[in-house]
């Protein structure tokens, strides 16, 4: 989707494996977000953003980690990687805390 | 604290109208209502930031009851093209006044059957 961009779009990773999803947004928005989504759970919140800077953490924060070294990007970490990791990824950025979120098109992360 | 959607799944013919459902056990600043297709990103329909508000689109609108802790989409005579998974999103009031991050309901399966 023109405005997010995530790669990569594909990654088969082994267990114990670490690897990077990049985003990078091309607005000016301060909020950036990484969701994850599993069948029949809905997307849920790893971190957020909330300016260049400053991360916290949302509802599945472990074996994660973010990076927002500029108003632009905003990257997500897996050290270690599990099976439990094996899902689909969103980035998305946001117009203040409140505004809407406009996602990236995913990143389908398999996990053996 | 992830707000709570119901049905789970709705299956309708085309013209039919749906009521989607989305609680909160905590107080709400925001409600934001987005639309899944299969294999692709969430895609914004609307926020209602104040209670009572009611918000509209084409036949698809919400409303908000702040007193209730809850928001309600409405689709009106359903066409095909509202097949999808709906989320709601909430972000909820804290005492300073301050919105925090935004967590989705596990979403409602919509098909609209011809």
């Known amino acids: 989707n023109a405005g997010v961009t995530q790669t990569p779009k594909f990654q088969v990773l082994k267990t114990g494996q670490s690897m990077t999803l990049q985003c990078a947004q091309d607005m000016n928005h301060n909020s950036m977000y990484w969701y994850r989504q599993d069948p029949g759970m809905g997307l849920r919140l790893i971190y957020y953003?909330?300016?260049?800077?400053?991360?916290d953490k949302g509802e599945v924060p472990n074996g994660y980690n973010v990076s927002r070294l500029n108003k632009r990007e905003f990257s997500l970490r897996l050290e270690s990687a599990a099976p439990s990791q094996t899902s689909v990824y969103f980035c998305a950025r946001g117009q203040g805390v409140t505004g809407e979120l406009f996602f990236g098109e995913g990143s389908r992360l398999t996990v053996l | 604290q992830q707000p709570v959607q119901s049905p789970q799944a709705v299956i309708l013919r085309e013209g039919e109208d749906a009521v989607i459902n989305c609680s909160s056990s905590k107080a709400l600043y925001s409600v934001h209502w987005y639309r899944q297709k299969h294999g692709e990103a969430p895609i914004f329909l609307m926020i209602l930031l104040k209670g009572g508000e009611q918000k509209g689109h084409d036949k698809i609108s919400a409303s908000f009851n702040e007193k209730k802790q809850q928001s309600s989409l409405y689709l009106t005579a359903s066409q095909l093209s509202y097949s999808g998974t709906y989320f709601c999103?909430?972000?909820?009031?804290?005492?300073?006044?301050?919105?925090?991050?935004?967590?989705f309901g596990s979403g409602t399966q919509l098909t609209v059957l011809p």
């Open positions: 953003s909330a300016s260049e800077g400053t991360t």
């Open positions: 999103g909430t972000t909820l009031l804290f005492s300073s006044g301050s919105a925090r991050q935004l967590t």
